[in-house]
């Protein structure tokens, strides 16, 4: 694996400056020890006009093999095969972008306390990748590229034997990279892109990942047209990761611009290029089990409570069988997305005539809530501290009382089974609890008590033997009308509810 780093200069401005901006001495060769093997630095050539620092990684094949053992995508049918037929030890990868990132870490980070004018300037570079695999070939190579300020872009595809033409081109191909960019950007863009390119399961997908893209992101990713691609091949297509990223561009993107385009935030997942490779994410299985339940509960007014972005919502419109939806959320922020979601300023009077979206909280009862067939509470009630929840409880199942509720919830038990969260750790940072399925039933069923609902539970997702389905969803049903509080009056209920 290498990789190769030139510069020019002049006797005023020595290209040599580079070995200080890299933090490697041009007259030494330096070997550094990586998690997949040693790190080579030396330099081929290093005078006041020219001055070439090259990165060779020499991967231990070993140390792979026995690092890869157990992780990544479901243990491949070859992985056997794979640990002797493999190119990782030799084509430039995300081991050389990890290696890269470990021997050049301050250069990556702009930092260079002898020449910090010069870390922050622009200089004439020439970057070179002599065998890089490149999945989309040279084509991709251009469109990730292209729009980040080099001048001249090469991607020529190395055939797969020079002595045989006529057996095509392998995957690989020879990068040149020339143009006047500051080395920061250059190896920051180099540390996501290469990874990128090579679309090969990689060695450290991690939830800090999102992070990492995003820092070494920084002020080209949010913007270039591939985003997308890019963010969901870094995260090697975790999906769970790369909406968080995708999320997380987009709010880059709206510091920078105050141009709101909720599509391409929305897609960001949804329209990668490999799509046999995709599951249905957790979210949709969600609203996919919700709508079967207001359908079966028979369902044509629903409240759609903590209505977030309105994803639900939208898909509430798609069905005519729901005529009056309304959408509430404490999130302005989450209403605008949403209302630019659901284009309610070009919906027909009719559409548009279906659909509220109000501002509110749910610990505060809302006479405008009362009479509705169905409410829902998607993934909300996590978002409350514990001792708030009663003020919502008598809110929905008090006060407004539809004839069903629907509410789902993370089942923390199936937490180790994401691959990607780390022990003890809820799956969103704002959650303020995650139950298990007994915690979840406890509760539901004291709701359903107190307030005179019936309540039957169904898993959501892929249901594990041991730990259950990674979401749980409780439907309550009263057989009061709608808007009726017969039994307990409202007093004694709120009072229990509070001391619940
Ligand atoms: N229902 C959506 C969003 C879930 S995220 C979905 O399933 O995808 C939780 C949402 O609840 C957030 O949009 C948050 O703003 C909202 N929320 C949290 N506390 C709330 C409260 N007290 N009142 C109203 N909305 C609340």
Redesign the pocket.
Known sequence: MFLTISTTGTPERPATDLGFLLHKHPDKAQSFSTSHGIAHVFYPEASAERCTAALLLEVDPVALVRRGRGKGRGGAPDAALAQYVNDRPYAASSLLAVAMSAVFKSALNGACRAMPERAGAPLPLRIEVPALPARGGAELVHKLFGPLGWTRVEAEAVPLDAEFPQWGDSRYVRLVLEGELRLADALRQLYVLLPVLDDAKHYWVAPDEVDKLLRAGAGWLADHPERKLITSRYLSRRWSLTRQAAQALELVRLAESDDLDVDRVDNAVDETEDTEEKPVPL?EQ??TAILEALRSAGASRVL??????G??VQALLKDTRFTEIVG????MR?LTIASRRLKLDRLGERQSGRVTLRQ????YTDKRLGGYDAA?????IE??DLP?LPA?EYAVFGSARPRTVLV?TPNVEYNVRWETLPAGHVRHG?HRFEWTRAEFRAWAEKVAGRHGYTVAFEPVGPEDPEVGPPTQLAVFTTTAAAGDKPAENKIKNKKEAEAA
Do not use: M
Request: contains cysteine.
């Open positions: 979210a969600r609203r759609d409570l903590g209505c977030g972005q994803q639900l509430v959320d404490v999130s989450a509110g909280s749910l610990t829902v509470l998607s993934e909300v978002h409350l708030r919502l789902t704002d």
